[in-house]
């Protein structure tokens, strides 16, 4: 069974930085491409960073230029750093891999950007 547990989120203030990681078990990461997904209120889920097993990043281009994505296969960890930080990026953001999104779902982890 698939376990994905996100860590990293809290409270910052706009312009400021966070970084998330999420750790899986039941799945080779490796296999997969991975995404960072955000639920803001109001809004369905929406992918907002990928990266594929080739290396191919993808980013929606509100992130772009403040969000970087990254992996590390022999942890099975992806990890999303955020930089510059703004009051749109208020959301619960969990991993999950691209194409499982009908499977199980990790509690997220919650970042708010206020002042």
């Known amino acids: 069974q698939v376990h994905l547990v996100e860590s990293g989120g809290g409270l910052v203030q706009p312009g400021g930085s966070l970084n998330l990681s999420c750790v899986g078990s039941?799945?080779?990461?490796?296999?997969?491409?991975?995404?960072w997904y955000w639920w803001r209120q109001g809004k369905e889920r929406e992918l907002v960073a990928a990266i594929h097993?080739?290396?191919?990043?993808a980013y929606t281009d509100f992130v772009k230029g403040r969000f970087t994505i990254s992996r590390d296969n022999a942890k099975n960890t992806v990890h999303l750093q955020m930089v510059n930080l703004q009051h749109e990026d208020t959301a619960v953001y969990c991993c999950?891999?691209?194409?499982?999104?009908?499977?199980?779902w990790g509690r997220g982890t919650q970042v708010t950007v206020s002042s």
């Open positions: 999950q891999a691209l194409g499982l999104e009908a499977g199980s």
């Open positions: 039941g799945i080779d990461f490796s296999r997969h491409a991975m995404g």
């Open positions: 097993s080739s290396g191919r990043i």
